[in-house]
């Protein structure tokens, strides 16, 4: 190991300081060599046209800092030796030198993303620091600013590798497993960043670590994980997550093969668990997590299609037939139902025995008023009701006509459909209650009561109230039946009750994210399916928000408002015209997220055949092997091919990278079954529906022969 790095690097950030109050040159001499120094990722966020107006030193650093080649590397190097005037040699070797993330390889957000401060706060950080001045109140105030992470203890290394240390993954896993120290996961303050620094110095001066600098250890380190480059954790699925959170809806949208879809998983359970899935060792275990999410209920997910309506995605009513009669019933759509769960409170304590999905009942004891039975249920913990000559077991086997059929309906409910954990109510009047409870046991049926034999246990944690539900009830007032379902009242309405009588409660208000997931958008009605509810998913719209809006609904007349905890992710197939466009105020309200095509690594996925996808990638961009090169940059701009129609970009049609793994899950080789029945066909299509021209035809005609071999 050489290090010859380290002087360039030293003299590299001195010359960069010059820059600092004449940063329009620096750009203008970034972007006079922008293909040169790979540098087409550098743009703000409309894309590759709309030119930075400003920049900070390490994005600076990082243009020879990230996931290129080491020849690309290089030659950034001796482009910047020439620019700035730098004297000493170009490095001979990057050893021991944390890189950035292709995709994330910015130390400030999109305009939209940062604060007037952010890059000048950057400099003063890296003036402080390559001046030897007192950094740490800048450092304490650059951490604190979008996008960055451990990646600036990865830049400050680069400039000064004897004080710092980059406490990225690799470096992370080299102490832990060889020294038994851990590093943060996330970026520290100042004087914890010290301390740690402080510690390491000790230990490699006691030779409990056996690298004398900060430079050998990370060598060894990315040496020790099998690569001379450690690109940093932070990934397309982090950003993806990161403007999930921020805009609440995002369409995932590209050709087919893309990995729209294959993406879902990764990107909800990094939302829903704060995570980077770094846990999960393989797919297998990531999908065992999201489906556990979606038996949560903290996930839905959908397919839209032609013949989905409102009513299958807010509410509608649904015929039911009872006593040879028909009666329509409202029933709750899917994304209703999640916005449900999603305002659930969360049970904290369980020792009062609440269940996470209680439901709340309504209970008459010995009807309304003062009277003995509600005192005995009172004084006692339990609820009482009657139809006693029905018998202690209610079944089929049930003689129904003792009470004419009276009360059956509501002993099925009580026995059978009310569970423990659930929440009463007992009713005082046909508008108010005098206590709350839970219950604590199943049905029971007790011979020494005179009457209302029916019995179950209960903790009743507010008594002696006198409190009117009609405002909470939807406006209604209670009916005379002696149990039954209060579907309108939800648990964060008790919640409510019981804050009121300054009652401890174990339930928290709800803030975990739950999540929608819509596949195939584009194929459904949008705007007939989403209907008024277009306008309460803007993030400034949502419940709780300063611009908080909600609707009447059409059929059960409640108020409906989109919790703030609710987040949609979709997916949509911009190769086929054939489906509706989505019109402005659907646009409007969602992020686009663009899916390209790009190669997948051998050890990421067994059986991909680059070469092929190399071969057809060509009718669709000119520009592959600069796109490669920049590490499938993701904001890469594209060139069409010769034989790509003008009328289409290449992002829209250009087949996905899914469609090129020639193994099955059996490790068999089914390169001819890919190119024939689904590949070709494809192409052959493009060409008929004018996407592709016929001087296309002379690559499909190549791969026939490739697919008959």
Not at 119 to 142: M, P, S
Not at 458 to 485: A, C, F, P, Q, S
Not at 620 to 632: C, H, L, P, R, V
Request: proline share 3%; net charge negative; glycine share 4%.
């Amino acid at each position: 190991m050489k290090f010859t790095w380290i002087q360039y690097y030293k003299e590299f950030a001195e010359k960069l300081l010059d820059f600092r109050n004449d940063r329009k040159s620096l750009l203008k001499l970034i972007y006079n060599n922008r293909d040169t120094l790979y540098a087409n990722y550098l743009h703000d966020e409309k894309g590759y046209d709309d030119l930075l107006t400003d920049i900070d030193p390490f994005t600076t650093l990082g243009l020879f800092n990230r996931g290129i080649k080491p020849k690309n590397r290089f030659i950034s190097t001796e482009i910047f030796k020439e620019l700035f005037g730098i004297e000493c040699d170009i490095p001979k070797d990057f050893d021991g030198i944390p890189v950035l993330n292709n995709q994330k390889s910015h130390f400030f957000g999109f305009r939209s993303h940062r604060h007037n401060n952010d890059i000048e706060n950057l400099w003063d950080l890296f003036a402080k620091v390559v001046n030897d001045e007192d950094y740490e109140d800048a450092y304490n105030k650059v951490i604190t600013q979008f996008i960055i992470n451990i990646n600036i203890t990865m830049a400050l290394f680069w400039i000064r590798p004897d004080d710092f240390l980059a406490l990225d993954s690799t470096n992370r896993k080299y102490l832990k497993e060889q020294y038994g120290v851990e590093l943060p996961k996330k970026v520290p303050q100042y004087s914890e960043y010290m301390k740690l620094l402080n510690e390491i110095k000790q230990m490699m001066s006691n030779n409990k670590i056996k690298e004398k600098t900060f430079y050998e250890l990370s060598a060894n380190a990315n040496s020790n994980s099998g690569s001379n480059n450690n690109i940093e954790n932070y990934t397309w699925y982090d950003d993806v997550a990161h403007t999930l959170k921020r805009r609440k809806n995002i369409i995932l949208c590209g050709a087919p093969g893309t990995g729209k879809t294959y993406s879902i998983p990764e990107i909800a359970v990094r939302l829903c668990d704060q995570s980077d899935c770094s846990e999960y060792s393989n797919r297998k275990e990531l999908i065992k997590r999201y489906e556990q999410l979606k038996q949560e209920k903290r996930i839905s997910f959908t397919t839209f299609h032609q013949s989905m309506d409102y009513e299958d995605w807010i509410e509608g009513l649904k015929p039911v037939a009872e006593n040879n009669q028909i009666t329509y019933e409202i029933e709750k759509g899917i994304f209703k139902l999640l916005c449900e769960e999603a305002e659930r409170p969360i049970i904290r304590d369980k020792h009062i025995g609440l269940a996470e999905d209680a439901v709340v009942w309504k209970v008459s004891l010995s009807g309304t008023g003062d009277n003995p039975v509600r005192k005995e249920c009172m004084d006692n913990g339990h609820i009482r009701i009657g139809w006693d000559d029905y018998g202690p077991i209610i079944s089929d086997e049930t003689d129904w006509s003792i009470y004419n059929g009276e009360g059956k309906r509501i002993l099925q409910a009580f026995v059978y459909e009310m569970k423990i954990g659930d929440i009463v109510m007992s009713c005082y009047s046909n508008q108010t209650i005098d206590a709350i409870g839970i219950v604590t046991s199943d049905y029971e049926f007790i011979e020494t009561y005179s009457n209302y034999k029916r019995v179950r246990k209960v903790n009743w944690i507010l008594k002696g109230i006198n409190e009117n539900i009609v405002t909470l009830n939807d406006g209604k007032t209670m009916t005379l039946g002696t149990v039954y379902r209060l579907n309108a009242i939800t648990l964060d309405k008790v919640k409510s009750v019981l804050e009121k009588y300054k009652k401890p409660t174990t339930m928290v208000d709800n803030t975990l994210p739950y999540i929608m997931v819509i596949d195939e958008l584009n194929r459904g009605n949008v705007s007939k399916i989403f209907g008024e509810l277009i306008t309460l998913l803007e993030t400034d719209k949502r419940k709780g928000k300063k611009n908080e809006e909600s609707v009447i609904l059409p059929f059960s007349k409640k108020l409906f408002a989109v919790p703030d905890n609710v987040y949609i992710i979709a997916t949509m197939n911009t190769a086929d015209r054939s489906l509706g466009t989505l019109d402005y105020a659907i646009r409007r309200r969602f992020a686009f997220i663009a899916c390209k095509p790009y190669s997948l690594a051998e050890d990421e996925v067994e059986g991909f055949d680059e070469d092929l996808f190399k071969e057809v990638s060509s009718l669709f961009i000119s520009n592959y092997d600069e796109y490669q090169q920049s590490g499938w940059e993701q904001s890469f701009k594209l060139i069409p091919a010769e034989t790509l129609s003008s009328e289409y970009s290449p992002e829209d049609v250009w087949i996905g990278q899914s469609y090129f793994i020639m193994t099955n899950d059996e490790g068999e080789d089914i390169t001819s079954d890919r190119l024939l029945y689904e590949i070709i066909p494809l192409l052959e299509e493009y060409v008929r529906d004018g996407v592709l021209t016929e001087d296309a035809n002379e690559t499909i005609e190549l791969l026939y022969q490739k697919a008959l071999e």
